[in-house]
């Protein structure tokens, strides 16, 4: 699979590396400073890819998404805080019989734990003597704050637990690649269910399946719609 890089960090690299690992062709590399506004998002150098795997910065995220839409290039990305614009660049896909697939966080791993929390969640609806908040932590390079994931996370917990807000902190510090955890706390105990990832490889794994699986699709998915739903 012909594949092409935009956003070249350390998500990026491990992207790279994994993918001529597995066999596949990286076709073309895009870095963040020749591709202001996506300048340099154009036919001649991504249109030989299969797939595009996006991972840049919030800032930077919608306006490639809908450049690449219009070349009609699957696209995945794993950049997050950028999901306000997700209608628009939906729509873009749409328009023009595109393909994008979207996630916080793509670690196979984390989307089973947001499914355990929901769980856990609607075991807990109802025992107000317990607290329900979410901790999460990551490198210190790490923009956005909470994380993509946290938000997904609170997300899951609210659709089973309405009477709580499930309140998130948020460190930027060291060089973890990222944690998440679920507490419940009352006074004489503490249930906690966790996720850490010990390195990128783990998200590029899942982005490299994700790739894999969005090349000859239409329409705008998640990570989670892939994993645990029928495909269309």
Not at 103 to 110: A, H, Y
Not at 166 to 185: C, K, N, Q
């Amino acid at each position: 699979m012909r594949i092409a890089l935009i956003g070249y960090g350390r998500m990026g690299q491990a992207l790279g590396a994994l993918a001529v690992e597995r066999g596949h062709e990286v076709c073309t590399i895009v870095r963040s400073g020749e591709n202001a506004e996506g300048a340099a998002l154009n036919a001649e150098r991504v249109g030989g890819a299969e797939v595009v795997l996006e991972f840049t910065r919030p800032e930077a995220a919608p306006a490639n998404l809908i450049r690449l839409a219009r070349l009609r290039v699957p696209v995945v990305t794993g950049t997050t805080g950028w999901l306000a614009q997700l209608p628009v660049v939906a729509r873009e896909v749409a328009e023009h019989g595109a393909a994008l697939l979207h996630s916080p966080n793509f670690s196979v791993g984390v989307q089973l734990f947001l499914r355990a929390a929901g769980d856990l969640a609607q075991q807990f609806r109802g025992r107000e003597e317990y607290a329900g908040y979410i901790l999460e932590q990551h490198h210190a390079g790490k923009r956005d704050a909470p994380s993509g994931t946290a938000l997904e996370l609170q997300r899951h917990l609210i659709a089973r637990d309405t009477s709580r807000q499930f309140p998130i902190s948020s460190v930027r510090a060291g060089s973890t690649p990222g944690s998440h955890a679920l507490a419940y706390d009352s006074p004489h105990e503490l249930i906690r269910l966790e996720h850490v990832a010990r390195g990128r490889q783990i998200f590029a794994s899942g982005a490299l399946l994700a790739a894999e699986w969005l090349r000859d699709k239409q329409g705008t998915f998640t990570f989670e719609e892939m994993l645990f739903r029928e495909a269309p």
